[in-house]
């Protein structure tokens, strides 16, 4: 099935654009970075997302070396602005500069926890239309936490890597610690009656979900 995709992939939309292949082959080959970036058609369909749901504010939770920043900024416009977070300096240093190369400049690139901003942000009664959840796999259930009183009603909150298949032994806590903490956050929000959920199968599996009206408190990550 994923050598089908690929192989549409290559036949009905071309080679990757010149500069965005650059950007990842300088940080696969060049500075030998883990892939952990999403797929190409994850990253186009995000752009989607982001355009076709008039998203004006976006926060994405683990930069990286800014691959989904890039397609998430371009889907935003002039018109709208991603904040961005990642407690890795290099990953900040990485993000800023890939950005600068493609000459957006409608991201803010924070090197800051993201549940120590996502509260701070909560308080000061911040909203996002767009949540990008794709730090550290154990603690997806502590972003939905907080994430969640950030995402305005019809929001969309989305999440990579739920079909949960990587490989997450270099993360803080080990594999086992990532896999459960995916699986609580997949428990989470598909059991919430106050979000609506569609997994869509890229490479690493996308959920995407979307907050209806009211108030209310997160969905349980116990679930």
Request: charged content about 25%.
């Amino acid at each position: 099935m994923e050598e089908r995709t690929r192989r549409f992939e290559r036949i009905h939309f071309g080679p990757r654009e010149a500069l965005l292949d650059d950007v990842l082959r300088k940080a696969l080959l060049g500075e030998q970075l883990r892939p952990m970036q999403m797929d190409d058609n994850a990253a186009r369909l995000l752009a989607l997302l982001v355009s076709v749901s008039g998203a004006r504010s976006v926060l994405e939770i683990g930069t990286y070396f800014g691959w989904s920043a890039i397609h998430i900024c371009r889907a935003l416009g002039s018109k709208g602005t991603l904040v961005s977070l990642d407690v890795d300096e290099e990953h900040v240093r990485r993000a800023r500069s890939n950005l600068a190369r493609l000459d957006l400049t409608n991201a803010h690139v924070l090197n800051i926890d993201a549940v120590e901003y996502m509260r701070d942000a909560a308080a000061c009664g911040r909203e996002f239309d767009l949540i990008l959840i794709d730090g550290a796999k154990r603690q997806y259930p502590d972003y939905l936490k907080v994430a969640y009183p950030l995402l305005r009603p019809g929001g969309l909150l989305v999440a990579d890597d739920c079909h949960a298949g990587g490989d997450y032994s270099s993360e803080v806590g080990g594999h086992e610690a990532a896999v459960a903490g995916i699986h609580r956050y997949v428990r989470a929000v598909t059991a919430s009656p106050r979000l609506t959920s569609y997994l869509i199968p890229t490479q690493h599996g996308l959920l995407v979900s979307r907050r209806s009206g009211g108030d209310g408190p997160a969905p349980s990550r116990s679930g």
